[in-house]
């Protein structure tokens, strides 16, 4: 099992441009997460999903859109590329329901917006 | 204030050291989890607990929930420890969302 994947690893965007990141994972997990990882400060949710079909906005949600069209795969767009939105975005899933869970995370995705 | 506090930021130790990295919450949570996640890779989870104490090999993670209190101890540290670990809490519900620490960046020289 490949786990959790994301890609592209790496990408530089100029301001304004309009990216795509796609999180896939193969442990038919129903819980999907997108977060930025900052200097200096903890992982911050983006969005998050409970199923196929759903998504929901976590704490830092402005300037990002989701979607999650097939179990397996949820997607994070930037419509419009800000310098803020420089960052390392990692994906996580997780089981759901009924208990607590461990959260499996790729291996993140580093982001520079010029 | 972050809702979940780790000390120290920062840590430099010898090879061979027992190690001690501290995570606090402000309030009730359903589960603690430690992590890991090595210069310019990924995040591994290393623990997850909601009361006593859990060991793997040379790793050790403790709870107090009444003090709200969490701890991470690395026995006969070695530099292949060397990494930043991350605490983050559970407070249940339906989502299975994490609230994270900023981490401590630990340093095992050999």
């Known amino acids: 099992n490949a786990g959790v994947t994301q890609t592209p690893k790496f990408r530089v965007l100029k301001t304004g441009q309009s990216m795509t990141l796609l999180c896939a994972q193969d442990?038919?997990?129903?819980?999907m997460y997108w977060y930025r990882q900052d200097p200096g400060m903890g992982l911050r949710l983006i969005h998050y999903?409970?199923?196929?079909?759903?998504?929901a906005k976590g704490e830092v949600p402005d300037g990002y859109n989701v979607s999650r069209l097939k179990k397996q795969n949820f997607l994070l767009g930037l419509e419009s590329a800000a310098p803020s939105q420089t960052s390392v975005y990692f994906c996580?899933?997780?089981?759901?329901?009924?208990?607590?869970?461990?959260?499996?995370f790729g291996p993140g995705t580093r982001l520079t917006v010029t | 204030k972050n809702e979940v506090e780790q000390s120290p930021q920062n840590l430099t130790a010898q090879e061979g050291e027992f190690i001690t990295i501290n995570c606090s919450y402000s309030v009730g949570i359903s589960a603690l989890h430690w992590l890991q996640q090595h210069p310019g890779g990924g995040i591994v989870s290393l623990f997850m607990?909601?009361?006593g104490k859990k060991k793997h090999g040379r790793l050790i993670a403790t709870i107090n929930i009444q003090e709200k209190h969490s701890s991470l101890h690395i026995t006969a540290s070695h530099p292949r420890d060397s990494a930043v670990y991350i605490c983050?809490?559970?407070?249940?519900?339906?989502?299975?969302?994490?609230?994270f620490g900023t981490g401590t960046l630990l340093a095992v020289q050999p």
């Open positions: 442990m038919n997990h129903e819980y």
């Open positions: 999903s409970v199923g196929e079909g759903t998504t």
């Open positions: 607990l909601s009361s």
């Open positions: 983050a809490v559970n407070y249940g519900g339906a989502t299975n969302k994490l609230i």
């Open positions: 996580a899933s997780s089981e759901g329901l009924g208990r607590i869970y461990e959260q499996y």
